[in-house]
């Protein structure tokens, strides 16, 4: 089965409000995460990674958090827009860091509602 | 820069009819790939290649060929098209291939259907 999922499929939240898209990892031996944006009809996007010897990491509005113990991957979008309406994917490294290794969720639509 | 850029947008193939998807990117990565995005499934990476004159096989590889000549080229192509190969292709470029610190830039996708 898939080694990296989503607990949800779909995500509506309000502008303004804080967004949490999670995802499971089955493979204890991955070692680097990353998150992917895909807005309709475009490709995706990389927003932020995290290697598997952190527990979180920020970028611009954005958080990856990285619970190891449970195998668990999340990202928090601070004050989300409506622009931030997109599929959001979660990809797992396992062996070495290759970018030929990296294997893709299914993904989360996420919906901002004005 | 204009990234990476992929064409056509849309293709309609019969089956049997053969055609080639291209990939050009300006920025000088080393590593170039095609996925396939299907409903209800992740990307799957079909073939790769971490340089010029070098290529190898994804997950997914029957039905499709590369090359690499060129840094900057990295066009797909289907021998002879069946409909299991309806999907939308990415094409994805990086500075390297390892991934730390190179994270892939993707194009934005061709929509082929086969009938």
């Known amino acids: 089965g898939e080694s990296v999922g989503l607990h949800l499929p779909t995500l509506s939240v309000q502008e303004g409000d804080n967004s949490i898209i999670n995802c499971a990892y089955s493979?204890?031996?991955?070692?680097?995460f990353i998150w992917y944006k895909q807005e309709s009809g475009k490709g995706p996007q990389f927003i932020i990674d995290?290697?598997?010897?952190?527990d979180k990491r920020q970028g611009q509005r954005v958080t990856v958090l990285l619970n190891k113990t449970v195998k668990h991957l999340s990202l928090q979008i601070a004050a989300t827009q409506p622009g931030d309406s997109a599929v959001y994917f979660c990809?797992?490294?396992?062996?070495?860091?290759?970018?030929?290794?990296?294997?893709f969720g299914k993904g989360t639509l996420l919906t901002v509602n004005p | 820069n204009a990234g990476v850029t992929q064409t056509p947008k849309f293709q309609v193939l019969k089956t049997g009819q053969s055609m080639t998807l291209q990939c050009a990117q300006d920025m000088n990565h080393e590593y170039m790939s095609w996925y396939r995005q299907d409903p209800g499934m992740g990307l799957r990476l079909i073939h790769y290649?971490?340089?010029?004159?070098?290529?190898d096989q994804g997950e997914v590889p029957n039905g499709y060929n590369v090359s690499r000549s060129t840094t900057e080229d990295f066009p797909l192509r289907l021998l002879s098209a069946a409909p299991s190969q309806t999907s939308v292709y990415f094409c994805?470029?990086?500075?390297?291939?390892?991934?730390?610190?190179?994270?892939?830039?993707f194009g934005n996708g061709t929509r082929l259907t086969v009938t």
């Open positions: 990809a797992e490294n396992v062996g070495g860091g290759s970018n030929y290794k990296l294997t």
């Open positions: 995290i290697r598997s010897n952190m």
């Open positions: 493979n204890s031996a991955s070692d680097y």
């Open positions: 290649s971490v340089g010029a004159g070098i290529t």
């Open positions: 994805a470029s990086s500075r390297r291939w390892s991934q730390y610190n190179s994270p892939l830039h």
